[in-house]
DNA sequence: TCCTTGGTAGTCAAATTTGACTACCAATGT
DNA sequence: ACATTGGTAGTCAAATTTGACTACCAAGGA
């Protein structure tokens, strides 16, 4: 559920007091489809769990000039923290999806600390890539199932690229003041 | 679930009969764990599923030598058919855990369907890493959430990879007779 | 007027996943 | 004898996800 929490998070953040509604919709704007699942029902059910944690607050509903337009919510102090905490755990994640999460708000943190993170992230990627190549090296390939060998390759290969990808977003760090 | 189905049906179908534990124990040798999450409760409910869906039988308890050692499940003629779909399903997969699981069950298949999938996915990887591109090239980069541009960048490089990497397994499919 | 279409907003039961927990047995130490 | 440890085998409630479904309102057409 990290994933959804930073997203619903991060979304109400940038849009302040919003519905439901509305959040689906930035994250459809924002293509969060290409790299992730995400249905109305684990919106709606991550607005009432942050509610009820109190890193949200809901509020009246909004005068919407269509349809229902229940329940609005806007984040809290707590809230805050928890975006803060829930983003540098993205950030340090190897899951892609988690990691993607974490780059769409990596401007939300102070440069040098943005920077940091991904630096972190990028050396155990590579470390966890060679760990991988160990692994690979001493295992035999075989036609049976789990091919295992052919399996650390792709995992090895898709962490090495990832680390590299992740050079380049910080390169890009830099270029905006 | 398709992933916890194909994986289930897949080592029983090494294993024959066989109960829970040994599932997941060949689970755990086959390292499945260095790219899934594997929980016991969802190996066993799958168990409970495929058997309600008549994809499993089971049977008496092995008079196991150590433990309770209940239930032992053996897969059926509908559960052969079940996981060859599931395993061209997994193969045609741009989630790259599904499509680890489908590789590590590709020897279970005639050499030439295998040939013949993996070269579609193949495409079907390069097609979307040129879409990504493509769209990417219409995006401004932008320091505000959701960084789009970062992502899509992100993304293509991973999708090329995994390409290149199902080209390679691709290969090695000749090698062995 | 009434009906249909389409977008807005959200609900809900069912399916699935999580991971802590129970229970059993055997070997080992004391 | 008997307590402890550790591996085997599985259960279960709680948390989460899925996605089909309801309900409301506005605009346009017949």
Redesign the pocket.
Known sequence: ?N??RLLVLGVIRELGRC????IR?TLDEWQVQTWT??????I???LQ?LTKEGLLESGA??P?????????FAISRAGEVEFHDQLRQALASFDLIELSAGIAFIGCLPKAEATSLISQTIECLKDNADRLALIASSVRPSPKPPRTKDLLALWRTNLATTATSLEEIRGTLDTFH
């Open positions: 559920m994933v959804v519905h439901g509604y509305a919709q699942r995400l249905h109305s029902g684990s709606y059910h991550a769990q509903p909004e919407g000039n269509r349809g229902p337009g229940k329940l609005t």
